[in-house]
C-alpha cells in the first residue's frame, strides 16, 4: 500500500512564477517529511525538510508547509527558474525508513 | 567529499540470469540502503544495512535477492535468476546516523529480457 501519495504527475509553471507541490501521507507515525529532486540519469537530491512538530521551514527560495491534521505536505519554489525543472519526490520518515511519492515532474517554460 | 557511487550504471539481462549490483556510499556512513524504482513509480525500499549488519530487509521482494555488506563498507545486490518484474532503476543511498538525510547514487537501470 502507498502511504505516500504525490497526485500530480506533472506541473508547467511559467519561469518567475510560484511552484506548488502537493503530497498526501496516510501513516499517522511520520516524524519527518522530506522532498527531494531529481534529474535524469542522476540519483534524488535532498532539498528540503520539515519535522512533524513544525508546520512550515523556508530554505531561500523553498518552503515547506506540513498540515498535520489533514496529512498532507506542499513544497512552494519562488520564483520558478529553468534549473528547477525536474521530477520532485516528497518523501517521510518512520524510524530510519523513507517513504517515498511517485513523484512531480516540474517544468518550467521560460 | 566522494558521493555515492553505483556500477554498473546500466545492466540489460536475460531472464534467467544473475546480475550483481555494487554500491560504494561516503565514507564513514554506517547506514547504506538499498531502493528501487520501477516504471517511474514511487521509489520503494528494500532493505538497511548499519555497518556490517541487516537492520530490515522487510522491502526485498522475495528469496531471489541477496545483499550483503562484508566489512561494513560497500554492498552488493544479487539477483538470481532474474526475471521480468526485476527491471527497473536500483539507488543505493548512506546517510551518517538515522535522521540524516540520505544521500542516494545515480542508480543502476536493470533490464530484464
Known amino acids: 500500500d502507498q502511504q505516500v501519495k504525490q497526485n500530480s504527475p506533472s506541473l508547467s509553471v511559467q519561469e518567475g512564477r510560484i511552484s506548488i507541490l502537493n503530497c498526501d501521507y496516510t501513516?499517522?507515525?511520520?516524524?519527518?517529511f522530506l522532498w527531494y529532486k531529481k534529474y535524469p540519469a542522476e540519483g534524488p537530491t535532498f532539498l528540503i525538510s520539515?519535522?512533524?512538530?513544525?508546520d512550515k521551514n523556508e530554505d531561500g527560495r523553498f518552503t515547506v508547509f506540513l498540515n498535520k491534521s489533514a496529512k498532507h505536505l506542499s513544497l512552494h519554489i519562488v520564483p520558478s527558474q529553468p534549473g528547477d525543472s525536474a521530477v520532485y519526490f516528497c518523501?517521510?520518515?518512520?524510524?530510519?525508513?523513507?517513504?517515498f511519492g511517485a513523484g512531480t515532474t516540474v517544468t518550467v517554460r521560460a | 567529499e566522494a558521493g555515492v557511487t553505483q556500477f554498473p550504471s546500466h545492466s540489460v539481462i536475460e531472464k534467467g540470469q544473475t546480475v550483481t549490483l555494487r554500491c560504494d556510499p561516503i565514507?564513514?556512513?554506517?547506514?547504506l540502503y538499498w531502493y528501487r524504482r520501477v516504471m517511474g513509480k514511487e521509489i520503494k525500499f528494500l532493505l538497511h544495512?548499519?555497518?556490517?549488519?541487516?537492520?530490515?530487509e522487510s522491502g526485498m521482494p522475495n528469496n531471489r535477492f541477496l545483499a550483503e555488506r562484508t566489512g561494513g563498507t560497500y554492498s552488493t545486490l544479487k539477483v538470481q535468476p532474474a526475471e521480468l518484474e526485476d527491471s527497473g532503476v536500483y539507488f543505493c543511498?548512506?546517510?551518517?546516523?538515522?535522521?540524516?538525510?540520505?544521500?542516494f547514487g545515480n542508480g543502476t537501470r536493470l533490464t530484464v529480457t
Open positions: 520539515i519535522s512533524s512538530i513544525k
Open positions: 544495512f548499519v555497518k556490517e549488519s541487516k537492520q530490515d
Open positions: 565514507s564513514g556512513h554506517d547506514n
Open positions: 501513516n499517522s507515525m511520520f516524524d519527518y
Open positions: 518523501a517521510a520518515k518512520d524510524d530510519y525508513k523513507l517513504s
Open positions: 543511498a548512506s546517510s551518517q546516523a538515522g535522521y540524516s538525510p540520505l544521500h
